[in-house]
């Protein structure tokens, strides 16, 4: 099952940026392989200090575990702090294998969900 995820970054005019594989987000003696996260920032740049969602949301699904993971599951790690902010537009829930597909428009409105 591991090596079958990918986060494909594409430019203007669908110009291909990037693709990034499990392999290359994770070296071989890597304890964790079966996801691949990307945020609302390109994998190869630091996330800025003031909307650092990666680091957040990777302590998250490594305490959920490959065994708990569900889309339940799943937007429960995106829809917490700080991954849901005030710079959230859409969460989307994808699973390839079924062909299944949902999305939510996001809005945050309280003050406790400014980025810092």
């Known amino acids: 099952m591991n090596n079958q995820g990918a986060v494909v970054t594409k430019g203007p005019n669908s110009t291909l940026i990037d693709i990034w ?53 799943m937007f429960n790690v995106l829809n917490g702090k700080p991954n849901l902010n005030r710079l959230t537009t859409y969460t989307a829930l994808m ?11 996001q809005y945050c409105e309280e003050y406790d969900c400014v980025p810092w």
Do not use: F
């Open 21 to 73: 594989t499990i392999p290359e987000a994770y070296p071989t003696n890597a304890t964790v392989k079966w996801y691949i996260l990307e945020t609302n920032y390109d994998h190869w740049n630091a996330p800025p200090w003031y909307d650092d969602r990666r680091y957040p949301a990777e302590k998250c699904m490594n305490e959920v575990g490959q065994n708990n993971i569900s889309l339940v599951t």
């Open 95 to 105: 699973d390839c294998k079924e062909g299944y597909l949902e999305s939510y428009l």
